[in-house]
């Protein structure tokens, strides 16, 4: 069984410019969720996808944004970077069928200087 | 509303047992979490339990959930150096249990 992968794993930008993330779902599920964790701040909810659908929206804005495929791979985009946007990004896999426990990835951490 | 609460750290001695707490808001979430974050790393599941359970043991450990004071705590027996790690606790949010919402987490230390 495939865990959840994401790429690239460390990605440098500057302000102003755009970034897209990358995740591959844990095998058989499909559902994807992407999470911002900031330095020493717990994971904050951006958005979930569901059969290329956002089934689930955090509070942010929306220059961010996300794409689901057939795959149930995803992507999360990111313009206009700003310096907060610095952090982990987390993707997670569930399957919504189960008790849709989410599984995480290695994360991609972006610097935006 | 959404806000987990948890304790910023833990130092315990090696052999001994780790006992993290985290109080969460939200009467109607179906699941509750523990995750492991280990430096540089994303978030490894640890165990979860699910609403209408008071406990949960899996090997070393015990998940004990006080509903009426939305209390949740994670107990590590025969704490190891390789159980250093910040710790997260999560509460499923929102209709049909779609998001999760984080403590701060609580960084154990393990000292020999």
């Known amino acids: 069984e495939t865990g959840v992968t994401q790429s690239p794993t460390h990605l440098i930008k500057t302000r102003g410019q755009q970034v897209t993330l990358r995740c591959s779902s844990q095998s058989g599920h499909n559902t994807v969720s992407w999470y911002q964790q900031a330095l020493g701040q717990g994971p904050q909810f951006i958005f979930q996808?569901?059969?290329?659908?956002?089934?689930g929206r955090g509070n942010f804005p929306p220059r961010f944004s996300g794409l689901q495929f057939p795959n149930y791979s995803s992507e999360l985009n990111v313009n206009a970077l700003e310096l907060d946007d610095s952090a982990l990004y987390l993707c997670?896999?569930?399957?919504?069928?189960?008790?849709?426990?989410?599984?995480f990835g290695p994360g991609t951490r972006l610097t935006v200087l | 509303g959404e806000d987990v609460e948890q304790s910023l750290f833990l130092s315990v001695r090696e052999g001994d047992s780790s006992v993290i707490n985290c109080t969460y808001t939200d009467s109607s979430s179906t699941y509750l979490y523990w995750y492991k974050q280990e430096p540089g790393a994303g978030l490894q599941l640890l165990t979860y339990?699910?609403?209408?359970?008071d406990m949960k043991q899996d090997q070393r450990l015990t998940v004990l959930l006080n509903k009426k004071d939305k209390h949740l705590s994670l107990r590590i027996a025969d704490t190891q150096t390789g159980d250093s790690a910040i710790y997260f606790c999560?509460?499923?949010?929102?209709?049909?249990?779609?998001?999760?919402?984080f403590g701060a987490g609580t960084t154990v230390t393990v000292r020999a």
């Open positions: 339990i699910f609403s209408n359970m």
């Open positions: 999560a509460e499923s949010i929102g209709s049909n249990d779609y998001k999760l919402s």
């Open positions: 997670a896999s569930s399957d919504t069928s189960g008790s849709n426990t989410q599984y």
């Open positions: 996808y569901y059969r290329e659908e956002e089934n």
